[in-house]
């Protein structure tokens, strides 16, 4: 089935993304790198189209490809701010779709599922001293954003008042977005703290599997 290729396509640009980051092979990285969110979100289409795809989740790989092409733009300050922006009108559209996917279940939301934010607030806690005598001008808008991508990942956990816990639908969605903010917080470090290098191969392994968990979460609960 056409899904089948598109998925199969998307295992490959990311193994050719990642090779490239272990090598350092800057031209390869800027041909894959574009391809990797297009190309996911084509296997989201097909894989979910006679059933009902769910748009919203596409909308934001979409603006996750923008951000992924204006970070590549490397030693621009006004690039950066765009793929900020790009990253968070994706992780938007995440936050509709995860409150639409409960429906009118959230009274149902078990109170012990707000201890499943903690491994990502320790995250932050260990990456927000590092930068934040660093940022500058962009202190407001990384603050923006830090507040966008928590909030994203509590919308992710709040799923739980309409899936169980132990659904592959619920826990691929859960530590996609961990993933995700832990990629977000290397790219900050790696950026604004000067003492630190982050290596492009870690930052890229976790926001590539971040993205795809989040989607085949969604996908999987679409063809439940």
Known sequence: MIETVFLIGFFVVTVANLFACIKGNKKLEHISKPLLMPVLALYFIFATFTVGTNWLIVLALFFGFTGD?????????????????????????????????????????????????????????LTFPRIKDHMGELKIPVYVYMAAILFMHFSAILRLAALDFFCPCFIFVWIGSMLFILSDSLIAIDIFDDDIEISHFHIMLTYILGQFLIAQGILMSILL
Request: no cysteine.
């Open 69 to 125: 092409v204006f970070l590549m733009l490397e030693n621009e300050e006004k690039w950066f701010m765009f793929g900020m922006v790009g990253f968070l009108i994706g992780h938007i559209f995440y936050i509709i779709a995860f409150f639409l996917s409960i429906g009118g279940n959230l009274l149902s939301f078990p109170l012990w599922g707000i201890l499943l934010i903690f491994p990502v607030i320790a995250i932050l806690l």
